[in-house]
């Protein structure tokens, strides 16, 4: 082995659990006696897997996943186009199979590893995962309704309002309702103390939930809401499980899907526990199209991804962001993905050539002329630095990937429709819930303040009539008669009339009702990062 290729492989000797990547590459000749491996506990400094279309990131994600499950380790993955599901079933042998493991020292043996498979809405196989408006927030709503900065601020506000009030928001329905209430002549008084909601903001932020719902995303947002406890699971062998959220039936609405993933990590980010540094993760989670989490962005969401990336490290959650290149993620994330798996890039045009430049810099000093390097890598292999056991960057290592040992490419439909359907959580998930929230109690307060106005006017109405009777009466006074028959008949109108205002008015059902529109219902909902709330349990 030649000196400079001992020394990057005496980098990556690792005592403790370790993931085996694959064999070292140097003036194109496979080492496979040079391992390279990443250990177990510095997956949790999180990573980054890049590369131009078509250069085997996917199949390094089902590697990487099927080594972690090994090791019992929960892994969520985001399967976009349909093809990571494979990795429930055992793999096929062959040639080219065949051919990798030599090269690479590997001994590959076909296995399925234990899956559960999430669907978005219920939009395509999978079993439905959803979550309330409430629990979602207004930073991460106001990216997939593309609102401004001002727009995003008033969104909030009536986030603010609903949570003071008690008016829960689980559907899109819910939040149209409360936005159409304060900017109506009984709500816009609510208001007056913390800040009003102009009507043409309003229009806005309506428009956009209209629009949002005919692209179908309604059936995103409901109940029963996803505990993303359960991607902590592991199987009844110890091996992690694997979650594979599939959203080939919705790539079509990136923006929607890569804020859901978002949302996914600032609610376990919420419901999980300081650990500090563990031995191995307590959930490995890739996300894919991570370029897709920051077009776009405000200010506002890229701070809260940089908090999130930052202190979720802690409570024993790995992220590993996976996109074309390095400049796809802000500077801010970049610096605290300790992890590279760099696929070839392309070339081909003036901005090829200022990417490639721009991701060579973003790796420590190297033997290799990494410029050149990038550009003629073959399919399954990637330029590699990761974090070893004592924390310092490992030497740039050019490494032939390892073959996954699962199936590589779908998982037959008919079996995964199966195995969906034989979960022990579908039942609780698959059908959803319509209860009683904002909407509700919106309208019925509505219904109740109109019957509450009919009551009155008849009421005033009868007064009205008495009033003409008993001058009627005074009128005839001089005469000595009375009329008790007429001021009878009309006190008996009265009195039944205030009679009903008073059981409307004093009724339960209205005095529940004002108090959810009117007074505050306990404490407001607490909300951290991304304006995301605290599930309650």
């Not at 082995?1 to 001992?6: G, K, L, S, T, Y």
């Amino acid at each position: 082995m030649p000196e400079p290729a001992r020394e990057i492989a005496a980098g990556y000797a690792v005592s403790g659990a370790a993931l085996d990547l694959g064999a070292l590459l140097w003036d194109g000749v496979c080492l496979p006696k040079a391992q390279v491996r990443v250990p177990l506990a510095m997956l949790n400094r999180h990573g980054l897997v890049a590369g131009a279309t078509g250069t085997g990131k996917t199949k390094t994600l089902q590697l990487i996943a099927e080594q972690l499950s090994a090791q019992g380790v929960p892994v969520f993955l985001a399967d976009i186009k349909g093809d990571v599901s494979g990795i429930a079933a055992p793999g096929v042998p062959g040639e080219r199979v065949t051919g990798r493991a030599g090269q690479v020292g590997q001994a590959w043996q076909a296995a399925g590893f234990p899956c559960e498979f999430y669907a978005l809405g219920g939009i395509g196989p999978g079993i439905p995962l959803r979550a309330t408006v409430t629990s979602f927030g207004p930073v991460l709503l106001s990216k997939v309704l593309r609102l401004n900065q001002t727009q995003e601020q008033s969104l909030g506000l009536i986030f603010h309002y609903a949570d003071a009030k008690g008016l829960e928001l689980v559907d899109l329905k819910d939040l149209r309702a409360v936005v159409a209430f304060l900017v109506s002549e009984t709500g816009k008084a609510e208001l007056k103390e913390i800040g009003g909601l102009s009507t043409a903001t309003a229009g806005v932020i309506l428009r956009s939930i209209t629009a949002f719902e005919q692209q179908g995303a309604a059936a995103f947002f409901g109940e029963p809401d996803f505990d993303t406890a359960e991607l902590l699971r592991q199987a009844p062998d110890g091996r992690g499980l694997v979650s594979v959220l599939e959203l080939a039936a919705v790539q079509d609405r990136p923006q929607l899907f890569s804020t859901f993933l978002m949302w996914l990590l600032a609610d376990l980010f919420h419901d999980l526990p300081e650990v500090g540094d563990l031995d191995r993760p307590k959930l490995v989670f890739f996300f894919d199209e991570a370029h897709l989490l920051f077009n776009g962005a405000s200010k506002a969401f890229l701070e809260s991804i940089t908090q999130t990336v930052r202190l979720i490290r802690s409570k024993g959650v790995s992220i590993f962001f996976v996109t074309q290149t390095p400049r796809d993620v802000p500077a801010e994330v970049l610096a605290q993905l300790g992890n590279r798996v760099q696929h070839a890039l392309r070339a081909f045009t003036p901005d090829d050539a200022k990417a490639l430049r721009s991701t060579v810099r973003t790796f420590p000093n190297s033997p290799y002329d990494l410029e050149e390097l990038l550009t003629r890598l073959g399919i399954g292999e990637a330029v590699i630095t990761v974090l070893s056991e004592n924390g310092a960057p490992t030497p740039v290592a050019a490494t032939r990937l390892r073959a996954p040992q699962s199936l590589m490419g779908p998982y037959p439909a008919a079996e995964l429709d199966a195995a969906v359907k034989g979960s022990s959580l579908y039942a609780r998930y698959a059908e959803a819930v319509d209860r009683e929230s904002a909407y509700e109690k919106l309208s019925a307060d509505q219904e109740a303040r109109r019957r509450a106005a009919e009551v009155s006017a008849a009421a005033a109405g009868a007064a009205a009539d008495r009033a003409a009777v008993e001058e009627a009466v005074r009128g005839e006074g001089a005469a000595g008669r009375e009329a008790p028959a007429g001021r009878g008949r009309s006190g008996k109108a009265a009195k039944e009339d205030a009679s009903l205002v008073e059981q409307v008015v004093g009724s339960g059902m209205f005095q529940s009702l004002a108090r959810s529109v009117g007074t505050q219902l306990g404490r407001e909902i607490s909300r951290s990062l991304f304006g995301t709330a605290r599930r309650r349990r």
